[in-house]
């Protein structure tokens, strides 16, 4: 179905924002915990065109420690027909091959950009966090 859907256009994710503030070392022996959280907005921009912008951000505890979040979109060319006929189009898309892809880059980005830091590297799933 999703080849009716989602035209086979090149779908190229845009990297939009990244936070990134170090805020101090973690204390020895103290536990850190970092749960990612997922925010995904999905909007119709033309007939023909869906944006999905992505914000991954991590939840650290302590709070103190570090505060990071990624910012990605994705322009997805759709169907018009098709994708009105879907029951719930929004969900379509953000379990789509395109925002999976998406997903996939910030969570990789999210390594690379921890790979130096005190608590990382930290390794995110290339899934939805909510």
Known sequence: M????????????MLEKIVYDKLQNPQNGVMVNIK??????????TEEVVRVT???SLLVSPASLLKLSVTMSVDIPVDSIEFSRLDDPKGYIR??????IALGYISNLITEITINSAVGPIVTPPNIQE
Request: hydrophobic fraction near 30%; charged fraction near 40%; proline fraction near 13%.
């Open 36 to 45: 990612p959280e997922d925010y995904i907005d999905v909007k119709k921009i």
């Open 2 to 13: 999703e080849e009716k859907v989602i035209k086979p256009h090149l779908v190229k994710p």
């Open 95 to 100: 379990n789509s091959k395109p925002v999976k």
């Open 54 to 56: 992505i914000t991954r």
